[in-house]
């Protein structure tokens, strides 16, 4: 059974940090591609970010483009998201994906003073 796991999500002011990461059990991670997804209070599903899985290039939505890393580590089948310089509007629910098709429950980024 596939399982996507987030967690590191959290409360944090403005300009701060945080790294979220999504584990998988049932499946091996690097033979796909990862996106991260968020979804605020009252708004459609946006794509932010995603990591193929040939050669691990990268792709950002323009509002986190030079705030947002997105990396695997394959040993621990795991992704992560580096979010810095973080902005009370990325505040939402995140979730990682596998295609669309394996969803995580989604781990909570709330951005405020």
């Known amino acids: 059974q596939v399982q996507l796991v987030e967690s590191g999500g959290g409360l944090v002011q403005p300009g701060g940090s945080l790294r979220l990461s999504c584990t998988a059990s049932?499946?091996?991670?690097?033979?796909?591609?990862i996106g991260w997804f968020r979804q605020a209070p009252g708004k459609e599903r946006e794509g932010v970010s995603c990591?193929?899985?040939?050669?691990?290039?990268?792709f950002y939505e323009d509002s986190v483009k030079g705030r947002f890393t997105i990396s695997r580590d394959n040993a621990k089948n795991t992704v992560y998201l580096e979010m810095n310089s973080l902005k009370p509007e990325d505040t939402a629910v995140y979730y990682c994906?596998?295609?669309?098709?394996?969803w995580g429950q989604g781990t909570q980024v709330t951005v405020s003073s």
């Open positions: 990591i193929s899985s040939s050669d691990d290039s990268t």
């Open positions: 049932g499946i091996t991670l690097d033979y796909y591609a």
């Open positions: 994906t596998i295609g669309g098709i394996y």
